[in-house]
């Protein structure tokens, strides 16, 4: 109602008149049904916004405790039920969780989430790893705690400055049965190992990994995280392609040698540093967005529409133009 004002411009933004899903009073609306796009957008955006100011709350009654913490929070995925882009904007580093897995496709999943989380703050800059576990997770593997040391350099060589473990002892409560640096007994076996050998190999370096600088790619992915918040929610067929579509670009770049930045989609991002960018699903442009990529033609870079472009209006319906 404070978005919308009345009932009859809720309708013709949710294009209500198909499917009799007109509304003659907003006590009649529920929880989102069937496949109104514009009704189930809003509900996510709801939710998000929701979620994100106790996120703040949070925030606000550590600030007022010690004002010099520095303030993150443990994510899991680089798009969800809220906008993390946001998030991070207004906290003082980016944090993410993140495990290794066996499949390919996964593994390429979290490559492209690490590129993600190095721009999720709007600026390109480190990141810490808030979580990850001592172990490959499929543990029955011959070779499951080496390949975690690898897998923790690709961190470090991907942005991250430091690296949280979760977590030191297995739960004797039985939650979490996963392995844990030290198991019930607390005998130091192979995940102790493997830990305390990356961090002797990190202690030996000749300078400190966090205080190298980033690398600075020619190429760069857009991620639009209104979008993605969505398809992270609603899911189904073209949410899975959604997300394909940025992990394959990423992973086609890194198979010539580049490692791409990603930048998030916003009115006044900075495409200055790029050559080429990479235009996976962005559903909704305005004017200021629009300029800013011809400027960035116009200045000999190159924009890789992979897909369609600004299909939606803001409140979810296609628009009437070719996209």
């Known amino acids: 109602k404070k978005k919308y004002g009345t009932i009859e411009n809720l309708n013709r933004a949710w294009h209500g008149s198909f499917w009799s899903g007109l509304f003659n009073d907003w006590d009649e609306i529920t929880l989102p049904l069937g496949e109104r796009l514009g009704w189930k957008r809003e509900y996510v955006r709801y939710q998000g916004d929701a979620f994100l100011s106790f996120a703040l709350e949070q925030r606000d009654i550590l600030r007022r405790a010690n004002p010099k913490w520095t303030i993150t929070q443990n994510t899991w995925s ?16 980016v944090s993410a969780d993140t495990y290794l897995w066996w499949r390919q496709d996964r593994l390429d999943y979290r490559r492209w989430q690490l590129s993600a989380y190095r721009g999720l703050s709007g600026r390109q800059r480190p990141f810490t790893v808030g979580e990850t576990g001592p172990f490959f997770a499929d543990a029955s593997i011959s070779n499951s705690y080496e390949a975690v040391k690898c897998w923790d350099w690709e961190l470090a060589a991907r942005g991250a400055e430091s690296i949280y473990y979760f977590c030191w002892n297995t739960s004797v409560s039985g939650e979490e049965l996963s392995v844990r640096i030290l198991p019930w007994s607390e005998r130091k076996g192979r995940a102790y190992r493997a830990v305390r050998e990356f961090a002797h190999d990190i202690a030996s370096l000749p300078e400190p990994l966090a205080l190298q600088p980033l690398g600075k790619p020619s190429v760069a992915i857009v991620h639009d995280a209104e979008a993605a918040q969505y398809h992270a929610v609603e899911g189904g067929a073209f949410g899975e392609y959604f997300w394909n579509v ?51 033609v116009r200045g000999g870079g190159v924009a890789v529409a992979v897909t369609h472009q600004n299909y939606l209006t803001e409140g979810g319906s296609y628009v009437k133009e070719p996209w």
């Open 78 to 93: 680089c798009s969800g039920d809220f906008r993390l882009d946001e998030l991070f904007r207004q906290l003082d580093c």
């Open 246 to 296: 940025h992990k394959r670009i990423h992973n086609a770049c890194e198979r010539f040698g580049v490692q791409p930045d990603v930048v998030q989609f916003s009115e006044d991002m900075d495409l200055s540093p790029y050559r080429i960018v990479f235009l996976p699903p962005c559903e909704r442009w305005g004017a200021k967005a629009i300029a800013r990529f011809k400027d960035f």
